[in-house]
């Protein structure tokens, strides 16, 4: 080892740690337009389907049988939940695939990746770094909606207890518990996504190619999962546990498709993850 790499390795005042705050990075990524623009969206679908609801019309059964979708104007707590049914599928896939895959790849992208590496940063510290502030960001995004949901719901249809399509209601405060525990797994069940999104965003200098690969991967997953000839197959894709938190909104709750969904999606993550550090310490970085 050469006299200047050792003092590279002491010299004063350096301390990993001290590389790249995660404070620093998320200040960065909220202050991107796009990180707005997202949040906009988020808040403003709860007014949207108030407006169209108004519109419309109450929403009511059809042919006999009664959905989540039909209980919307019960109380601000269904209508928090209908907003959750609406969008865990596609919409909240679109903030996780784009905090987390465009992180890596914008940098490269301005050609700002290599000077960040010279600062010097640590190539894990630095994608610890923005892996972290992408999930939190993503997690926000989920917390953002039912919140803003429950708040305009409860404006507009009362606070109350939330009614069951099946029959039978939760107490408004065990319905808010069963929310959040519907939040937590939603956002569980995306770390495929976010996992996808990281290992693209570390591979490329697009960013919409990270993002769009990440999506596009997702909605490939749906389509498979509504494949039913692959029978038990299906069990190991993610997108089949999906919906699996509609369990937990029943009188009693069931847990153990939950339980399945959580155990394939933090599967996958973690290996997706771990893709994505292993390669990107070995990449030669020119941008």
Not at 16 to 29: D, H, I, K, S, Y
Not at 111 to 137: D, E, H, N, Q, T
Request: charged fraction near 15%.
């Amino acid at each position: 080892m050469s006299a200047l790499a050792e003092r590279a390795e002491t010299a004063d005042g350096y301390r990993v740690r001290r590389t790249l705050p995660l404070r620093v990075e998320l200040v960065r990524q909220l202050k991107r337009r796009r990180t707005l623009v997202m949040g906009a969206i988020l808040a403003v679908l709860p007014f949207v389907l108030v407006v169209a609801f108004a519109i419309g019309g109450d929403p009511g059964s059809r042919n006999g049988q009664v959905t989540l979708m039909d209980t919307a104007t019960a109380s601000g707590a269904n209508f928090a939940a209908v907003n959750l049914f609406v969008s865990a599928g596609f919409l909240l896939v679109i903030p996780v695939a784009l905090f987390c895959g465009d992180t890596v790849a914008s940098e490269a992208g301005w050609s700002s990746l290599r000077y960040l590496l010279a600062a010097p940063v640590p190539r894990a510290r630095l994608l610890w770094s923005k892996l972290v502030v992408g999930l939190g960001m993503s997690l926000a995004a989920m917390v953002l909606l039912p919140v803003v949901a429950v708040a305009v719901g409860t404006a507009a249809y009362g606070w109350g207890p939330l009614e069951i399509p099946t029959g039978g209601s939760l107490p408004a405060g065990t319905a808010a518990q069963r929310l959040v525990v519907v939040v937590a797994y939603i956002f569980v069940s995306q770390l495929v996504t976010a996992g996808l999104a990281f290992w693209l965003s570390t591979k490329t200098d697009a960013p919409l190619g990270a993002v769009g690969g990440a999506v596009g991967l997702t909605i490939v997953g749906n389509v498979l999962d509504a494949v039913t000839a692959l029978g038990h197959w299906r069990d190991f894709l993610p997108a089949h546990w999906q919906f699996a938190w509609a369990d937990a909104v029943q009188p009693r709750p069931e847990w153990s498709g939950m339980i399945q969904g959580t155990a394939v999606s933090i599967t996958y993550a973690l290996v997706l993850f771990a893709l994505a550090f292993r390669g990107f310490a070995r990449k030669d970085v020119v941008s």
